[in-house]
């Protein structure tokens, strides 16, 4: 098994600019989350889709942010515009059912925004 | 919803002592308190999770304990090692899974 999927790896992009992270769960995997990964506010979970539908986008920080799953085995996570404040970096995260199971992490898009 | 705490936010032991991480939670209604370990410029990865049902849970050199009653779980590394050098986040969950700021554990050789 590949893992999860994420791309790019990296994306450097100047402000105001779109941003669109993606991401591919494990095969058979039916909840997807992403997460942000900063130094001052740590790992927060951003939202979390279960059966390709949305569960809890609570922890979306603003309009500006979006994600979408239109089948299992494909995700986005869109900025737009982007803001310096958003580089970090984000991860995309599975799991065989909900969040009471490990969650397999993908490696990471950093993004910066200059 | 649920609010973790983690301490210490370093942590810094000779190799072959034993390491100490402390979480506590704010809703008892949590049922599942994971732990990753997140090498330097790595993706988390669980080393190790218990459910509200049980009190200890031991792996090789890791084991955690949960305190259901004062909210509170922690996880023990024994015997530790330079490759155990890690940030290491608690997390606990009942339908939304929150983590830890983490703690950044330095093992010296």
């Known amino acids: 098994d590949a893992g999860v999927i994420q791309s790019p790896r990296h994306e450097v992009t100047e402000m105001g600019q779109e941003v669109t992270l993606r991401c591919k769960p494990i095969s058979g995997h039916n909840s997807l989350f992403w997460y942000r990964q900063t130094m001052m506010r740590g790992l927060e979970l951003l939202i979390y889709f279960n059966n390709n539908v949305p569960i809890d986008d609570s922890g979306m920080p603003e309009d500006r942010f979006s994600a979408k799953m239109p089948n299992a085995s494909f995700s986005t996570l869109k900025i737009q515009p982007s803001e310096p404040r958003d580089s970090a970096v984000y991860f995309c995260?599975?799991?065989?059912?909900?969040?009471?199971?490990?969650?397999?992490f993908g490696p990471g898009t950093r993004l910066t925004v200059t | 919803g649920e609010n973790v705490e983690q301490h210490p936010s370093t942590l810094s032991v000779q190799e072959g002592d034993s390491a100490v991480i402390k979480c506590t939670y704010s809703d008892s209604a949590s049922n599942y308190f994971p732990w990753y370990k997140q090498e330097l410029g790595k993706r988390p990865q669980l080393i190790i999770d218990i459910r509200s049902n049980v009190g200890e849970k031991k792996d090789q050199r890791i084991a955690v304990t949960l305190n259901k009653t004062a909210k509170h779980f922690s996880l023990h590394i024994t015997e530790t090692q330079p490759e155990d050098s890690a940030v290491y986040f608690c997390?606990?969950?009942?339908?939304?899974?929150?983590f830890g700021a983490g703690t950044r554990l330095t093992v010296k050789p």
């Open positions: 997390a606990a969950s009942k339908d939304d899974m929150r």
């Open positions: 995260a599975s799991s065989h059912s909900g969040q009471l199971v490990e969650q397999y």
